[in-house]
C-alpha cells in the first residue's frame, strides 16, 4: 500500500478502470494486478531474448529487453515515491513497455516497418499495446490481458497522427497534443535515463567506443574522464561502473528537482489538470538536457553506427525481411493456431490480414527463435 500520494497523482479511485469490467481483487489494487499480469505474460517471457543493441551470442553481459524493462522500473519507482506518484502503475508502464519489441531490436523495427508499408507500416510501440491488448492469449471471453486505462495509456508513449485517429480515445492526446499522466510522463524519461546509461556501459565495456569518444558532452565526459584517472592502478570495469551509477544519480536527482519545481509553479492539483496541460511536467533541466541529446547523438554515431553493430543490423533486416516475404507466400508454415488467426483475418481484410497475422507473429519472435525460423524457411 501507497503511504503517500500526491493530489495529481493516479489512484484506483480516479482510474477509468478497464474495458471489461472485473470485480476488484481482495488486497490487490488494479494496478498491482496490471504489473503482475504483465509478469506473468508470454511476451515478457520473451524479452530476455530480445536484442537491445547487442545480439545475445555476442556475450552474456549486455544488455536484452529484459534487463532494460527491469531497469526501466527501478528507475521510475525511485522517481515516483520521491514524487509522490503511483509507484504501482510506473512498474507496470515500465515492465511493459517495450513488449512490442521485434527480434534484433532496431533492426527488426525497421525491416519490418518496411514490410508492412503497403499496409500501415509497423510501430513497435504501438505493438507493445497490441500485445497487451490483443495478442495476449489468458481469458476465456475476451483478448488481451485487459489491463487499466492508465497502463495502457502510458505504454502507448508515441502515435503517429494516422493510427491516433483510428484507435479511439487512446489516441485522443497525440490529435489534441495534450499530455498523459505524470507517471507516464516519468516512464519514458526514465527509459532515456536507463537506455543511455546500460548503452553507454555496454559499449565501453565491449571496447566498440571509448571515454574520449564523449568529449563533446563535457557532463559525461567530465565524470568518466575523472573516474578513469583516479582509477588507473586498478580495475577499469570499476571505473566505467561507477561512473555509470554517479551519472543515473545525478540524472535522478536533476529530473526530481526540475519536475518538483515545475509541478509546484504549475498548481495542478488533480490528473485532469495535468492532462489538459500543452507541455510535460516532468522534464530534466535544460542543462542536463542538452547534454543528454549531446550523448544521444555520440552514441548513435559511435556506437550503434560502429561496423560490428551495423553488421549486426544487416543481418538483423535479411532475418525479419525474409522471414515476412516467406510466410506471405505460405501461410501454412506458421504455427497452427497462427494460421487459424490468419484466416480469420484475411476474411476481413484479404492481403492486409494476412500480413499483420504474419507481422505479429514475427514480432513476437525471440532472436534466436527467428534464428531457426529463417534457416527452416530459406
Ligand atoms: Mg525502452
Given at each position: 500500500?501507497?503511504?503517500?500520494?500526491?493530489?495529481?497523482?493516479?489512484?484506483?479511485?480516479?482510474?477509468?478502470?478497464?474495458?471489461?469490467?472485473?470485480?476488484?481483487?481482495?488486497?490487490?489494487?488494479?494496478?498491482?494486478?496490471?504489473?503482475?499480469?504483465?509478469?506473468?505474460?508470454?511476451?515478457?517471457?520473451?524479452?530476455?531474448?530480445?536484442?537491445?543493441?547487442?545480439?545475445?551470442?555476442?556475450?552474456?553481459?549486455?544488455r536484452t529487453?529484459l534487463t532494460h524493462s527491469i531497469e526501466?522500473?527501478?528507475?521510475?519507482?525511485?522517481?515516483?515515491?520521491?514524487?509522490?506518484?503511483?509507484?504501482?502503475?510506473?512498474?507496470?508502464?515500465?515492465?511493459?513497455?517495450?513488449?512490442?519489441?521485434?527480434?534484433?531490436?532496431?533492426?527488426?523495427?525497421?525491416?519490418?516497418?518496411?514490410?508492412?508499408?503497403?499496409?500501415?507500416?509497423?510501430?513497435?510501440?504501438?505493438?507493445?499495446?497490441?500485445?497487451?491488448?490483443?495478442?495476449?492469449?489468458?481469458?476465456?471471453?475476451?483478448?488481451?490481458?485487459?489491463?487499466?486505462?492508465?497502463?495502457?495509456?502510458?505504454?502507448?508513449?508515441?502515435?503517429?497522427?494516422?493510427?491516433?485517429?483510428?484507435?479511439?480515445?487512446?489516441?485522443?492526446?497525440?490529435?489534441?497534443?495534450?499530455?498523459?499522466?505524470?507517471?507516464?510522463?516519468?516512464?519514458?524519461?526514465?527509459?532515456?535515463?536507463?537506455?543511455?546509461?546500460?548503452?553507454?556501459?555496454?559499449?565501453?565495456?565491449?571496447?566498440?567506443?571509448?571515454?574520449?569518444?564523449?568529449?563533446?558532452?563535457?557532463?559525461?565526459?567530465?565524470?568518466?574522464?575523472?573516474?578513469?584517472?583516479?582509477?588507473?592502478?586498478?580495475?577499469?570495469?570499476?571505473?566505467?561502473?561507477?561512473?555509470?551509477?554517479?551519472?543515473?544519480?545525478?540524472?535522478?536527482?536533476?529530473?526530481?528537482?526540475?519536475?518538483?519545481?515545475?509541478?509546484?509553479?504549475?498548481?495542478?492539483?488533480?490528473?485532469?489538470?495535468?492532462?489538459?496541460?500543452?507541455?510535460?511536467?516532468?522534464?530534466?533541466?535544460?542543462?542536463?538536457?542538452?547534454?543528454?541529446?549531446?550523448?544521444?547523438?555520440?552514441?548513435?554515431?559511435?556506437?550503434?553506427?560502429?561496423?560490428?553493430?551495423?553488421?549486426?543490423?544487416?543481418?538483423?533486416?535479411?532475418?525479419?525481411?525474409?522471414?515476412?516475404?516467406?510466410?506471405?507466400?505460405?501461410?501454412?508454415?506458421?504455427?497452427?493456431?497462427?494460421?487459424?488467426?490468419?484466416?480469420?483475418?484475411?476474411?476481413?481484410?484479404?492481403?492486409?490480414?494476412?500480413?499483420?497475422?504474419?507481422?505479429?507473429?514475427?514480432?513476437?519472435?525471440?532472436?534466436?527463435?527467428?534464428?531457426?525460423?529463417?534457416?527452416?524457411?530459406?
Amino acid at each position: 500500500m501507497l503511504e503517500k500520494i500526491a493530489s495529481y497523482a493516479v489512484t484506483e479511485a480516479t482510474s477509468k478502470g478497464r474495458v471489461h469490467p472485473e470485480t476488484p481483487h481482495d488486497y490487490r489494487n488494479c494496478f498491482q494486478r496490471d504489473r503482475d499480469r504483465i509478469i506473468h505474460s508470454t511476451a515478457f517471457r520473451r524479452l530476455i531474448y530480445k536484442t537491445q543493441v547487442f545480439v545475445h551470442h555476442e556475450g552474456d553481459s549486455y544488455r536484452t529487453r529484459l534487463t532494460h524493462s527491469i531497469e526501466v522500473a527501478q528507475i521510475a519507482r525511485t522517481l515516483a515515491r520521491e514524487l509522490l506518484l503511483n509507484e504501482e502503475l510506473v512498474e507496470a508502464i515500465a515492465l511493459a513497455h517495450d513488449l512490442g519489441h521485434t527480434p534484433f531490436g532496431h533492426a527488426g523495427q525497421d525491416a519490418l516497418d518496411k514490410c508492412m508499408s503497403a499496409f500501415g507500416g509497423f510501430e513497435h510501440n504501438y505493438q507493445s499495446l497490441r500485445v497487451v491488448d490483443q495478442l495476449e492469449q489468458r481469458y476465456p471471453d475476451f483478448p488481451g490481458l485487459n489491463l487499466t486505462h492508465e497502463t495502457r495509456e502510458g505504454i502507448l508513449k508515441h502515435c503517429s497522427k494516422k493510427r491516433a485517429a483510428i484507435i479511439g480515445d487512446l489516441g485522443q492526446r497525440f490529435t489534441n497534443n495534450t499530455q498523459p499522466t505524470l507517471e507516464a510522463q516519468l516512464v519514458d524519461l526514465a527509459d532515456s535515463i536507463a537506455y543511455n546509461n546500460h548503452d553507454l556501459d555496454d559499449g565501453l565495456r565491449s571496447g566498440l567506443i571509448n571515454v574520449s569518444d564523449l568529449e563533446e558532452s563535457p557532463f559525461f565526459y567530465k565524470i568518466f574522464s575523472q573516474a578513469e584517472q583516479q582509477s588507473r592502478q586498478q580495475n577499469h570495469m570499476v571505473a566505467i561502473y561507477q561512473s555509470v551509477r554517479k551519472i543515473i544519480d545525478l540524472m535522478v536527482t536533476d529530473l526530481i528537482d526540475t519536475s518538483r519545481n515545475k509541478i509546484k509553479a504549475s498548481k495542478v492539483e488533480t490528473v485532469e489538470e495535468v492532462k489538459g496541460l500543452e507541455q510535460p511536467l516532468i522534464a530534466f533541466s535544460d542543462t542536463l538536457f542538452k547534454d543528454h541529446k549531446r550523448l544521444k547523438a555520440i552514441l548513435r554515431a559511435k556506437l550503434y553506427s560502429h561496423s560490428k553493430v551495423e553488421t549486426m543490423y544487416q543481418q538483423g533486416v535479411i532475418y525479419v525481411s525474409t522471414i515476412f516475404n516467406r510466410l506471405m507466400e505460405n501461410p501454412e508454415e506458421m504455427p497452427e493456431r497462427h494460421q487459424l488467426i490468419c484466416k480469420k483475418q484475411e476474411e476481413l481484410t484479404q492481403k492486409a490480414g494476412r500480413a499483420e497475422t504474419v507481422a505479429d507473429y514475427i514480432a513476437g519472435m525471440t532472436d534466436r527463435y527467428a534464428i531457426s525460423e529463417y534457416s527452416r524457411l530459406s
